[in-house]
C-alpha cells in the first residue's frame, strides 16, 4: 500500500511540475499578445531559452540553496549538482520533488522578465537569468518553504503568492526603474499612452493556460494525493480565478464606462495569484472574497503606476506583486484553525492580528529583500555592461530584427522591407 | 483676394468672434471668399461656367456648426449633363479643396470634397446617386446620405438642394424601414458620463483627462435631431433650427425646447473653452473638464446625459414608429 501510495504522490507531482512548466507557454502567449508584433519573435525564443538556464542553475546551487542541509536562517548548503538521490522517508520521488520546485523558480524567473519587455538587451536577459536565479528567488524560498526564519516564524505561503509572484514582480520593478519606459509611452504633458499589444486572443489564450497551470502550481504544492486534499485546493483556485475576472469586468464597467478586456484578463490573473497563498488555509467562500478583492485591486494597481510613470508592458508589477501581497495578507483574515497546518488562524477566525502581523512582516521583508537585490544586481550589470536597454533605433525597429536578426512574423515585415527598397 | 491674404484675414479675425453663431457666419464669409477667388481662377483658364450650379457645405460647415478649426466638406450639383460641365466643375472643384487647404481648412480625410467626382454631379446624375444610396442601405452608402443630408448651399441655386432632399424624404416615405437603418448607423457614440454620475474622460494618449466632446457631446444630438428631421422631412441643415421646426409639430412640442438650450450651451462651452488655447485640428474634438468649474462641471454633465437622454427618445420615436 505505502509503495502504491509514493508511486502516486510522485505521479502526482511530476504532473504538477508539467503542469507549471506548461505555463511558460502561457506566459509566452500573453506576453507576446500584450506587446507589438515586431518582439513576438523575441519574447517567445527567450522564455524558452531563460528557461533551460534557469534550470541548468537551479541544479547546480538554486535547489541547494532552498532545500540543502547544513542550512542556516539564510540558506541551505548542501544538495549542489543534485544528482537525483532519494533523500530519508519522504513519501514521494524527490526527483520529482526537485522537477517540481524547478518549475517554480523558473515561474518567478519568467515573472521578472515582464519588467524587461520590448527594451532590454538579449545580454541582459542572460546574465540576470543567472543571478536571479542565485542570488534571489532561492534565498525567499529558503527563508519561507526551506525551513528559514520565516518558515519557523509560521509564516503562511502554501504555493507562492510571496516566494514566486512577489518577489518575481519585485525584480520586475527594479527592472522597470533602471530600463526607464518604452519610446512613446509617455508625453511631455504628462499624460500615458497606451501602446496596446498585438494580438488579445494570445493574451487571453496565456490566461487560460496560466489558469489550467495554476491547477499544478497550487494542486501540486499538496505534494501527496492520499487524503485528496488537493482537490479542495484546485477548488478554492478556480472560484478565486472566477472571481478575479468578474470582479475586474464590474470595476472597469463602473469606472470607465465599458468592460475592458486587458483589466477582466488581468482580474482573473490577480485573483489566482492572490489564492496561491492561501488556498490550503481558507473556506471556499473565503476564496470568492479573496479573487474578487484582487480583481479590484489589479485594477487601480494598473492606474497606480502609470502615475507613478512606471512602464509596465504586461502589468507584472499589478498581477504578480499587487496581488502577491494581497494574497499573502490574506490568509492572516481567512485561515481557519482547521486548515492551518502552518502558522495560526486568522484574524476573522479569532486568531487576533497575530498571523497578519506574521504575514505582513513577511510579505515587507521578502518585497524588500527580492527588489534590493535585484536592484543592485542589475544596477551593476548597467555599469558593467554599458546599459540594458537596447539603442533607440534597435527598439523602434523591435527586437525581433536587431536582437535575433529575424521576424516572429516574417511576412508582416518582409513586404514593407520591399517596398521600402523599391521606394529607395 | 489672393488664398494666403485670406488665410491672413482668417487668422487676425478669427479669435475675436464673440459667439459661436458669430465664428460660423465668419466661417461662411471666408469660405465664400475662397470661392470667389477660386472662381476668378477657374474662369481666367476656362472661362465662365457652362451653366448654373450650387456649391454646398456638408458636416459641421452644412449645419452651421464649426468650431476654431475645421476640415473641409463641400460638394457641387449642376445643371447640364455633359461632358463640358464635368470637366468644368471637377476642374473648379479641385481648386476649391486646394484654395480651402490653403485657407486653413486641412482636406477632408473622408475625401468628402467637391474634387471628389462622387460629390461633383449634374442634376441627374445627383438623382440617379441618391437613388443608389437609397436602394443600397450599405452602411457606405447610409453613411453619405447622412453627410449629404447636412448639405447646405453657399453659392448659387438654393433649390438644387432642396430638390434633391425631397428625393431622401419621398424615399422615407415610401420605405420607412430606412429610418431605422439610418438610426442603426449612428446609435453608437462614447458614453461620458459613468455609473456613479462620474466624467469618463479619455485614460490614455495626449488627450487624456479630457472629454472626447465630439463623440460623446455633439453627436448624440446632431445624429438624434437628424434623424427626426429625415422622419419629419424638415429642410433645415443645422441642429438649432431642425429643433426649432420640429418644435412646430404638436408631437413634440415642448418635449425639444429643453434640448435646444443644452445644445446652445455645448455649442458655448466649446467655443469659450477653445478661444482660450490655440490648438490643432486634433484638440478640437476634446474639451479638459479639470478646465472647467465646479457650476460648469455640473452643467456639462447634465448636457451629456441629455444627450444620451435625447437619442434613447429618438430611438423610441423610431421603433415606435416601426411597429405601428
Given at each position: ?424 | ?19 459661436s453663431y458669430?465664428?460660423n ?31 454646398f457645405v456638408m458636416g459641421s460647415a452644412g449645419r452651421f456648426e464649426q468650431a476654431?478649426?475645421s476640415?473641409?466638406d ?68 447610409i453613411r453619405y446620405l447622412l453627410i449629404f443630408y447636412d448639405a447646405r ?8 438642394i432642396l430638390?434633391?432632399k425631397k428625393?431622401i424624404h419621398?424615399?422615407i416615405?415610401?420605405?420607412p424601414?430606412l429610418l431605422e437603418r439610418f438610426l442603426e448607423n449612428t446609435i453608437h457614440t462614447k458614453k461620458a ?20 466632446i465630439k463623440q460623446s457631446g455633439f453627436l448624440p444630438y446632431v445624429n438624434a435631431v437628424r434623424l427626426l428631421a429625415l422622419k419629419e422631412s424638415v429642410k433645415a441643415a443645422s441642429t438649432l433650427s431642425r429643433i426649432e421646426a420640429l418644435s412646430q409639430l404638436p408631437k413634440y412640442g415642448r418635449e425639444l425646447q429643453d434640448y435646444k438650450s443644452g445644445f446652445e450651451k455645448l455649442l458655448h462651452y466649446r467655443h ?13 474634438h ?14 456639462l454633465?447634465q448636457i451629456l446625459k441629455d444627450g444620451q437622454k435625447l437619442q434613447d427618445y429618438t430611438q423610441s420615436v423610431i421603433k415606435g414608429m416601426m411597429?405601428?
Amino acid at each position: 500500500m505505502e509503495e502504491i501510495i509514493f508511486s502516486l504522490n510522485s505521479v502526482w507531482l511530476v504532473l504538477g511540475a508539467l503542469l507549471v512548466i506548461l505555463m511558460q507557454g502561457g506566459f509566452i502567449l500573453l506576453e507576446a499578445g500584450s506587446t507589438r508584433m515586431k518582439n513576438a519573435g523575441h519574447i517567445s525564443g527567450k522564455t524558452v531559452f531563460t528557461f533551460g538556464l534557469a534550470s541548468i542553475v537551479f541544479w547546480a546551487v538554486g535547489y541547494g540553496f532552498i532545500f540543502g542541509g547544513n542550512s542556516n536562517f539564510f540558506i541551505g548548503l548542501s544538495d549542489f549538482f543534485y544528482s537525483g538521490e532519494q533523500t530519508g522517508d519522504m513519501p514521494y520521488s524527490t526527483a520529482a520533488f526537485f522537477l517540481f520546485q524547478l518549475a517554480f523558480a523558473g515561474i518567478s524567473l519568467t515573472i521578472a522578465f515582464g519588467g524587461f519587455a520590448e527594451r532590454a538587451k538579449l545580454s541582459a536577459y542572460l546574465v540576470f537569468a543567472i543571478l536571479f536565479s542565485v542570488l534571489v528567488y532561492p534565498v525567499v524560498a529558503h527563508w519561507i518553504w526551506g525551513g528559514g526564519w520565516l518558515a519557523e516564524h509560521g509564516k503562511q505561503d502554501f504555493a507562492g503568492s510571496t516566494v514566486v509572484h512577489l518577489t518575481g514582480a519585485m525584480a520586475a520593478f527594479a527592472a522597470t526603474i533602471l530600463l526607464k519606459p518604452r519610446i512613446g509611452k509617455f508625453n511631455k504633458n504628462g499624460t500615458v499612452n497606451n501602446i496596446f499589444g498585438h494580438n488579445q486572443v494570445y493574451t487571453a489564450l496565456g490566461v487560460i493556460v496560466l489558469w489550467v497551470g495554476w491547477f499544478g502550481f497550487n494542486g501540486g504544492s499538496t505534494f501527496v494525493v492520499d487524503d485528496g486534499f488537493f482537490g479542495f485546493v484546485a477548488l478554492n483556485t478556480n472560484i478565486a480565478a472566477g472571481a478575479g475576472a468578474v470582479a475586474a469586468l464590474i470595476i472597469s464597467w463602473i469606472v470607465l464606462g465599458k468592460s475592458d478586456i486587458p483589466t477582466i484578463l488581468n482580474g482573473a490573473l490577480a485573483g489566482l495569484v492572490a489564492i496561491t497563498a492561501s488556498c490550503a488555509f481558507v473556506e471556499t467562500w473565503a476564496s470568492v472574497v479573496i479573487g474578487f478583492v484582487a480583481g479590484i485591486l489589479v485594477f487601480y494597481s494598473v492606474k497606480f503606476f502609470d502615475k507613478l510613470k512606471v512602464d509596465d508592458p504586461i502589468y507584472a508589477l499589478s498581477v504578480h506583486g499587487a496581488a502577491g501581497v494581497w494574497g499573502t495578507l490574506s490568509t492572516g483574515l481567512f485561515a481557519t484553525p482547521e486548515l492551518a497546518s502552518v502558522g495560526q488562524p486568522g484574524l476573522f477566525y479569532g486568531g487576533g492580528f497575530s498571523q497578519l502581523g506574521v504575514q505582513a512582516m513577511g510579505v515587507s521583508v521578502s518585497a524588500i529583500y527580492a527588489f534590493a537585490v535585484s536592484f543592485a544586481i542589475l544596477y551593476i550589470m548597467k555599469k558593467v555592461m554599458k546599459g540594458l536597454r537596447v539603442s533607440e533605433e534597435e527598439e523602434i525597429i523591435g527586437l525581433d530584427v536587431s536582437e535575433h536578426g529575424n521576424y516572429g512574423y516574417p511576412e508582416a515585415f518582409i513586404a514593407n522591407e520591399e517596398k521600402n527598397r523599391i521606394a529607395n | 483676394m489672393s488664398y494666403m491674404k485670406i488665410k491672413q484675414w482668417r487668422d487676425s479675425e478669427i479669435e475675436k468672434q464673440e459667439s459661436s453663431y458669430d465664428l460660423n457666419a465668419f466661417h461662411d464669409l471666408i469660405m465664400k471668399q475662397v470661392f470667389e477667388a477660386v472662381l476668378k481662377k477657374v474662369k481666367e483658364e476656362a472661362g465662365s461656367p457652362p451653366c448654373q450650379y450650387a456649391w454646398f457645405v456638408m458636416g459641421s460647415a452644412g449645419r452651421f456648426e464649426q468650431a476654431i478649426i475645421s476640415d473641409q466638406d463641400h460638394g457641387i450639383v449642376y445643371e447640364e449633363e455633359s461632358e463640358e460641365s464635368g470637366r468644368y466643375f471637377k476642374n473648379l472643384g479641385k481648386e476649391l479643396a486646394f484654395g480651402l487647404n490653403e485657407a486653413g481648412y486641412p482636406y477632408c480625410d473622408g475625401n468628402v470634397m467637391s474634387s471628389n467626382p462622387v460629390w461633383c454631379r449634374s442634376k441627374v446624375s445627383w438623382n440617379d446617386q441618391l437613388a443608389k444610396w437609397l436602394n443600397e442601405e450599405s452602411f457606405d452608402s447610409i453613411r453619405y446620405l447622412l453627410i449629404f443630408y447636412d448639405a447646405r448651399v453657399l453659392e448659387g441655386e438654393q433649390e438644387y438642394i432642396l430638390h434633391l432632399k425631397k428625393h431622401i424624404h419621398d424615399a422615407i416615405k415610401e420605405k420607412p424601414d430606412l429610418l431605422e437603418r439610418f438610426l442603426e448607423n449612428t446609435i453608437h457614440t462614447k458614453k461620458a458620463v459613468g455609473f456613479f454620475q462620474q466624467f469618463l474622460p479619455e485614460t490614455h494618449g495626449s488627450h487624456a483627462g479630457s472629454i472626447d466632446i465630439k463623440q460623446s457631446g455633439f453627436l448624440p444630438y446632431v445624429n438624434a435631431v437628424r434623424l427626426l428631421a429625415l422622419k419629419e422631412s424638415v429642410k433645415a441643415a443645422s441642429t438649432l433650427s431642425r429643433i426649432e421646426a420640429l418644435s412646430q409639430l404638436p408631437k413634440y412640442g415642448r418635449e425639444l425646447q429643453d434640448y435646444k438650450s443644452g445644445f446652445e450651451k455645448l455649442l458655448h462651452y466649446r467655443h469659450m473653452y477653445h478661444k482660450k488655447m490655440t490648438e490643432s485640428y486634433d484638440d478640437i474634438h476634446y474639451l479638459d473638464v479639470k478646465e472647467l468649474n465646479k457650476n460648469e462641471r455640473k452643467e456639462l454633465k447634465q448636457i451629456l446625459k441629455d444627450g444620451q437622454k435625447l437619442q434613447d427618445y429618438t430611438q423610441s420615436v423610431i421603433k415606435g414608429m416601426m411597429r405601428r
